[in-house]
Nanobody, 126 residues
Framework: QVQLVESGGGLVQTGGSLRLSCAASGRTISTYTMAWFRQAPGKERDFVAG????????VYADSVKGRFTASRDNAKNTVDLQMNSLKTEDTAVYYCAISSVGYTPVTKTAAGYTYWGQGTQVLVSP
């Protein structure tokens, strides 16, 4: 059974930064695409960023391009999301997810991911 545990969320002012981490257990993530999604209250879960198995390819939602950076450390079985220049509209619960199949491109649809973490809350104040 794969477990993903996110950490690093919290309260930050507009313009600030946070770094989210996702630690995986039960499976080596080195051959899987990993992604970050977020869900604001009353809204659907949206794609934020994805990174392929090797880390060579990264895909970002338009709303976070230039501000967020995904990275991974396959040796540590972790994936991170560095979030800079945060805006109030970034407020959401952030989830990491692992792709259903190995060695796949980044997909922006939630259906492409099998296991999810419990989420970490990010709150950006004005």
């Amino acid at each position: 059974q794969v477990q993903l545990v996110e950490s690093g969320g919290g309260l930050v002012q507009t313009g600030g930064s946070l770094r989210l981490s996702c630690a995986a257990s039960g499976r080596t993530i080195s051959t899987y695409t990993m992604a970050w999604f977020r869900q604001a209250p009353g809204k659907e879960r949206d794609f934020v960023a994805g990174i392929t198995a090797s880390g060579a390819a990264k895909v970002y939602a338009d709303s976070v391009k230039g501000r967020f950076t995904a990275s991974r450390d396959n040796a540590k079985n972790t994936v991170d999301l560095q979030m800079n220049s945060l805006k109030t509209e970034d407020t959401a619960v952030y989830y990491c997810a692992i792709s259903s199949v190995g060695y796949t491109p980044v997909t922006k649809t939630a259906a492409g991911y099998t296991y999810w973490g419990q989420g970490t809350q990010v709150l950006v104040s004005p």
